[in-house]
T-cell receptor
Framework: GDSVTQMEGPVTLSEEAFLTINCTYT??????LFWYVQYPGEGLQLLLK?????DKGSNKGFEATYRKETTSFHLEKGSVQVSDSAVYFC????????????FGTGTLLAVQP | KAGVTQTPRYLIKTRGQQVTLSCSPI?????VSWYQQTPGQGLQFLFE???????NKGNFPGRFSGRQFSNSRSEMNVSTLELGDSALYLC???????????????FGPGTRLLVL
């Protein structure tokens, strides 16, 4: 079945460091891909999305490119801030008859000043 | 535009009781999906409602049910609560146009349920 695999956390970085959180997926078709972020005690916020191969989603300095050849959607940011500390979830939505999001396990990011 | 709202934000119940959670979607959104988040199982899809009809269902027992009203507001109910039902329950709304291939779900803040 469809699935999403994320790199294990926690990821601990110093402020202004470069961030990469790996995400790979398994799907029978061409899903839409998403990154959501969850701050402590809150729900999920959409960070960015891509709906087809080679699309690049971007928001607030974060970027991710939909790579069909490697079935990946890695999240990157050039310079992280303490305020980026949160849990990041990669997810896929397989088009067609379902609106079901399939999530990865989440990656905790801790940014130290 | 107001976001997705969920009530109540926190609940404490005892085993065997039942609980009803409410979700109001973003104005104009016709699809409401529910997810359960636990430390052990992560985020799992419960069900989706569109135009007052359940369109998809996840792999949860029949104790979990839901409904949607004509104004797209949705409720989920859990009967005969078990300790393992303690979780954050998240509601997400979207336009509901599956054929368009551009669906994006927007989440509410969640209801944290503790079963004692």
């Amino acid at each position: 079945g469809d699935s999403v695999t994320q790199m294990e956390g926690p990821v601990t970085l110093s402020e202004e460091a470069f961030l990469t959180i790996n995400c790979t997926y398994t799907a029978t078709g061409y899903p839409s891909l998403f990154w959501y972020v969850q701050y402590p005690g809150e729900g999920l916020q959409l960070l960015l999305k891509a709906t087809k191969a080679d699309d690049k989603g971007s928001n607030k300095g974060f970027e991710a490119t939909y790579r069909k050849e490697t079935t990946s959607f890695h999240l990157e940011k050039g310079s992280v801030q303490v305020s980026d500390s949160a849990v990041y979830f990669c997810a896929l939505l397989y088009g067609g008859a379902t609106n079901k999001l399939i999530f990865g396990t989440g990656t905790l990011l801790a940014v130290q000043p | 535009k107001a976001g997705v709202t969920q009530t109540p934000r926190y609940l404490i119940k005892t085993r065997g009781q039942q609980v009803t959670l409410s979700c109001s979607p973003i104005s104009g959104h016709r699809s409401v999906s529910w997810y359960q988040q636990t430390p052990g199982q992560g985020l799992q899809f419960l069900f989706e409602y569109f135009s007052e009809t359940q369109r998809n269902k996840g792999n949860f027992p029949g104790r979990f049910s839901g409904r949607q009203f004509s104004n797209s507001r949705s409720e989920m109910n859990v009967s005969t609560l078990e300790l393992g039902d303690s979780a954050l329950y998240l509601c997400a709304s979207s336009l509901g146009d599956l054929a368009g291939g551009q669906e994006t779900q927007y989440f509410g803040p969640g209801t944290r349920l503790l079963v004692l």
